[in-house]
Nanobody
Framework: EVKLVESGGDSVQAGGSLRLSCTGS????????IGWFRQAPGHECKLVQV????????IYDKSVEGRFTISRDNAKNAVYLHMTRLRPEDTGVYYC???????????????????WGQGTQVTVSS
């Protein structure tokens, strides 16, 4: 069974940092394309950043450029989203997704494609 478990979400002050973890089971992260989505109340579910099996990463939410990075630990079968200089607009539930869909940002997360974790809450206060 494919399963993804996110952790690391917390409440922080603006300017702070967090590291979100996505631990996989039933598959290998180094053989998968993994993406992080964010959904905040009243906002669309948005693809933030991805790390593909070819080791290439892409940012889809330009607001995180220069602040967020993504990495992988094959031994732990985990993907991480390193978040720095956090802003209140980074607030939301962050989901990691195996086989993410590009171009499907919307009010509802595109759960009809890929394998999704349960999400981890990030709250950034000003």
């Amino acid at each position: 069974e494919v399963k993804l478990v996110e952790s690391g979400g917390d409440s922080v002050q603006a300017g702070g940092s967090l590291r979100l973890s996505c631990t996989g089971s039933g598959f290998r992260v180094d053989e998968s394309d993994i993406g992080w989505f964010r959904q905040a109340p009243g906002h669309e579910c948005k693809l933030v950043q991805v790390l593909n099996r070819d080791d290439k990463s892409y940012i889809y939410d330009k607001s995180v450029e220069g602040r967020f990075t993504i990495s992988r630990d094959n031994a732990k079968n985990a993907v991480y989203l390193h978040m720095t200089r956090l802003r209140p607009e980074d607030t939301g539930v962050y989901y990691c997704v195996r086989r993410y869909l590009v171009g499907a940002d919307g009010i509802e997360c595109p759960r009809f494609v890929g394998d999704w974790g349960q999400g981890t809450q990030v709250t950034v206060s000003s």
